[in-house]
């Protein structure tokens, strides 16, 4: 009986330790506020299309490179701001064939301006009565926020075939 409730105390323990707030609950404006470079991005998912007049599926994985896009948080009231930009690379690869896709980009969306609030652990983004999807916060500390973004975006391939990527992307902030 004793080793068990030893051994409860030290999981207790070791879980109220650490300074990271995984499982995230209650982050507040303060720990939002200040300028955050975007360090990493990657994704991973499926990538669809139709070939004459057949769909098909394949996979799709994406990560960035050329990084220099800052995002700024401000209070009162809540603004933030992108500043720069970075390259996306994606790698699609439907029936034996693969293509390298980059885009640069200059913000986590579609909205680049605006205002921002923190709700259920999620960041919203918004702008001229434009609100961005939810990107929760998967996990925080002082000088780093790791975000989840869902992807969904159609691109047109070299052969002026419509390619639907769709899958979850992780976003590394860092002061």
Same mark, same amino acid.
């Given at each position: 009986?004793?080793?068990?409730?030893?051994?409860?105390?030290?999981?207790?323990?070791?879980?109220?330790?650490?300074?990271?707030?995984?499982?995230?609950?209650?982050?507040?404006?303060?720990?939002?506020?200040?300028?955050?470079?975007?360090?990493?991005?990657?994704? !991973?998912?499926?990538?669809?299309?139709?070939?004459?007049?057949?769909?098909?599926?394949?996979?799709?994985?994406?990560?960035?490179?050329?990084?220099?896009?800052?995002?700024? *948080?401000?209070?009162?009231?809540?603004?933030?701001? *992108?500043?720069?930009?970075?390259?996306?690379?994606?790698?699609? +690869?439907?029936?034996?064939?693969?293509?390298?896709?980059?885009?640069?980009?200059?913000?986590?969306?579609?909205?680049?301006?605006?205002?921002?609030?923190?709700?259920?652990?999620?960041?919203?983004?918004?702008?001229?009565?434009?609100? !961005?999807?939810?990107?929760?916060?998967?996990?925080? +500390?002082?000088?780093?926020?790791?975000?989840?973004?869902?992807?969904?975006?159609?691109?047109?391939?070299?052969?002026?075939?419509?390619?639907?990527?769709?899958?979850?992307?992780?976003?590394?902030?860092?002061?």
């Amino acid at each position: 009986m004793k080793k068990l409730i030893l051994l409860f105390l030290s999981i207790s323990l070791l879980i109220a330790c650490s300074d990271d707030q995984d499982g995230v609950t209650d982050i507040s404006n303060d720990d939002i506020v200040g300028t955050w470079n975007i360090t990493k991005s990657e994704f !991973s998912g499926t990538a669809t299309a139709t070939v004459q007049g057949i769909p098909v599926t394949g996979s799709a994985k994406g990560t960035g490179k050329d990084y220099d896009l800052a995002l700024t *948080f401000k209070e009162n009231p809540n603004e933030f701001s *992108f500043e720069g930009t970075f390259t996306s690379v994606v790698e699609v +690869s439907i029936q034996g064939q693969t293509q390298i896709v980059e885009r640069e980009l200059n913000s986590l969306g579609e909205v680049t301006v605006g205002t921002w609030k923190i709700e259920n652990n999620q960041l919203f983004f918004e702008n001229g009565g434009v609100t !961005s999807e939810a990107l929760p916060i998967e996990s925080i +500390s002082s000088n780093k926020i790791v975000v989840k973004i869902d992807i969904d975006q159609t691109f047109t391939s070299p052969q002026d075939i419509p390619v639907t990527v769709k899958g979850i992307g992780t976003v590394i902030l860092e002061k």
